[in-house]
């Protein structure tokens, strides 16, 4: 359970809300569940939602909001010429949300958890910026409705489904006995089912994200995975399902399904990416790029003099990221104006987290860099910052003819 000492703050999408609750459960959204939820997360000092209230269907919103101590903004609507049925200028809103969340975050430092109810994907910069900021990130959304790149930036993602059903649940608790709670890993078989059957890709913010629906909420974490990915790799060591590198991200296929061919990353398996004891790598590993030394952990010195990808930390660029992972790093690192600063290259990996296509900390982001230029795929370069600038400052330049880097980005 969330710590309940914090302080929160609660801004929502009214119209974004209001339309997925009715189109898909025929409803109002329910204000005291949202209220109640937000609660477990720590202390409300704010909240506030945002709409055109002169419209038919928001209306008769305002006076249940103020009875729930939510403060209604007014955004007036705009049309495009021609009349009130033309297509409606929707992003007013979404801008003076994020805008008065940004002010709001500069006057209250001492607030910690934001919790925003949108299933817009528009918003991934504001968490984005809230994150940034060392803020507690909640969304909470309509799973049909809401963008799983959103679900993969916020801190927590709670399905609008599950607030309904812990109402009911609570409502029946002395009626009925208890559902057994389903296993997650024969859900996750079931997910990417139902995504197979609807031709539907299966990344794993997508699977993750059908997951929600079918339970009313997941959270790996509950299941003693620190992350999905994780989750998953474990999942396929029970040969539940299988997973591979396709079109620059990881999808999951069922066990009797043909997976297809990667062949830029022969090892992009998530489950053979998990760190091994030390031994001599095979002839298919050296094969597919591997170092001489890519299982000599306690020769680290050498092992980054012989291009290996291990630094002094114990970061091992090769042992602790899937080929993907590492493609990925380099093909945005590459894609930057070389040489560039560190700012610049912690940004781009920042980036592809914020993204959702890596499951990087700071601090391992911080340890990916220095395994970087330690095994020298990263080269410093003095150059002066312009032109006129009177003193040179230390750049990086991703070593594109160094053998690590093309078989990390699939041409070695």
Known sequence: MPSTTEDLAIFIDWENIYISTVSEYSSKPNVSAILEKAREYGRIVSATAYADWTEGDFRNAPPTLYS????????????????RAQKRRTNSIDVMLAVECSDFLHNHPQVDTYVLVTGDGDFIPLVSLLRSRGKNVVVI?????????????????????????????????????????????????????????????????????????????????????KKFKDFVVEAERRNLVNTVDQDLE???????????????TPDADL??????????????????????NAGKKEEKPERSQNGG????????????????????????????????SMVEVFGSIRELDDRGELELSRDEIGEVIGAMIEAEYL?????????????????????????????????G
């Not at 990881?250 to 830029?264: F, G, R, S, W």
């Not at 998990?274 to 050296?286: F, L, R, S, V």
């Open 250 to 264: 990881l999808q999951v296929y069922l066990p009797d399904e043909k997976v297809p061919e990667a062949p830029d």
């Open 141 to 225: 959304g309509v799973s049909e409705a809401t963008s799983y790149h959103l679900i993969e930036s916020a801190d927590h993602f709670i399905s609008y489904a599950s607030l309904l059903e812990e109402e009911r649940e609570a409502r029946a608790r002395d009626r009925e006995p208890k559902k057994p709670k389903a296993d997650p890993f024969q859900e996750l078989v079931r997910a990417v089912e139902v995504l197979k059957k609807a031709g539907n890709t299966r990344v794993l913010g997508q699977v993750k994200q059908q997951m929600i629906v079918q339970m009313g909420s997941f959270d790996e974490r509950n299941a003693g995975f």
């Open 379 to 411: 080269s410093k370069v003095r150059a002066k910052p312009y032109k006129e600038a009177k003193s040179s400052m230390t750049f990086y330049k991703l070593d594109k003819n160094r053998d690590e880097v093309k078989s990390a980005l699939g041409g």
């Open 271 to 292: 489950a053979s990416e998990e760190p091994k004891e030390p031994k001599e790598p095979t002839k298919e590993e050296a094969k597919n790029g591997r170092s001489s």
């Open 68 to 83: 729930n101590g939510i403060s209604p903004r007014y955004i007036s609507a705009r049309y495009f010429p021609g009349g």
């Open 309 to 340: 990808g291990s630094s002094s930390d114990g970061f091992d660029l090769l042992e602790d990221l899937t080929p993907y992972e590492l493609r990925t790093i380099c093909e945005n690192v590459g894609s930057l104006r070389q040489p560039a």
